[in-house]
């Protein structure tokens, strides 16, 4: 899997938009990008994910560059609660089994700390 | 709530012990991830399993084991307990369908001290 790279720490006032950047210059065509989030010590969420177009969903925007080597994650009004680990994550799509879809591994770095404060 | 349930949620053992850590992966997912967080190492991923198979390994020590059940279930194993193995284990499962996102749903999380 592609490797990503992302800041250590941001920080976004309360009702702003939080822009969460990641590069993953290396990225193969058949990888798509995950974001995923960590509140203190709870399991990592699934936010969203895409291959090469922009996505949005109830929880944030997604944009990908042309060139798939960077992404930006956008929560549109971030709370207090969106504080947490963010994490950039590049990995293969799915491969077709037997049994349904079998998708591998998700390799987590060290992610983006955000702090949303008041 | 993920539908990833993970037992006990918290244990505290004594080195040398052994420890057995369940997951109950979301219905009709076929898939299972065990991964550690420890302070220094971040989410580290230890194994997956697919229906019963393992499918992938990670970083997972020798003393550590796991396997899927028939009912899908998996648990962990570890033996030689160190004061190293103090960590946060995740189990996580994921979708299976033509369709699906591939994302992962993650368990709380089960917390393991070793004195």
């Known amino acids: 899997d592609a490797k990503t790279t992302q800041p250590t720490s941001m920080d976004c006032a309360e009702g702003r938009a939080a822009n969460l950047p990641c590069n993953h210059s290396t990225i193969s065509g058949n990888e798509y990008v995950y974001w995923y989030r960590q509140i203190h010590s709870q399991g990592p969420q699934y936010i969203i994910h895409?291959?090469?177009n922009n996505e949005t969903n109830e929880m944030a925007s997604l944009i990908i560059t042309e060139d798939r080597k960077s992404s930006t994650l956008i929560l549109p009004h971030a709370t207090l609660r969106d504080t947490a680990v963010y994490y950039c994550?590049?990995?293969?799509?799915?491969?077709?089994?037997?049994?349904?879809?079998?998708?591998?591994?998700?390799?987590f770095g060290q992610g983006t700390i955000l702090t949303v404060h008041p | 709530d993920s539908g990833v349930t993970q037992t006990p949620k918290h244990l505290i053992t004594a080195t040398g012990q052994r420890v057995t850590l369940r997951c109950s992966p979301r219905s009709g997912d076929l898939s299972v991830y065990w991964y550690q967080q420890s302070l220094d190492q971040g989410l580290q991923f230890l194994i997956q399993y697919y229906n019963g198979e393992e499918r992938a390994k990670g970083n997972i020590l020798e003393r550590f084991s796991a396997q899927q059940f028939p009912d899908l279930h998996s648990e962990l194993n570890l033996s030689s307990l160190e004061l190293g193995d103090s960590a946060l284990y995740f189990c996580?499962?994921?979708?299976?369908?033509?369709?699906?996102?591939?994302?992962?749903?993650f368990g709380e999380g089960s917390r393991l001290t070793v004195l």
């Open positions: 996580a499962s994921s979708v299976v369908s033509g369709g699906a996102s591939g994302e992962l749903f």
């Open positions: 994550i590049v990995r293969v799509a799915g491969v077709h089994e037997a049994g349904g879809t079998s998708y591998g591994k998700l390799t």
């Open positions: 895409g291959l090469k």
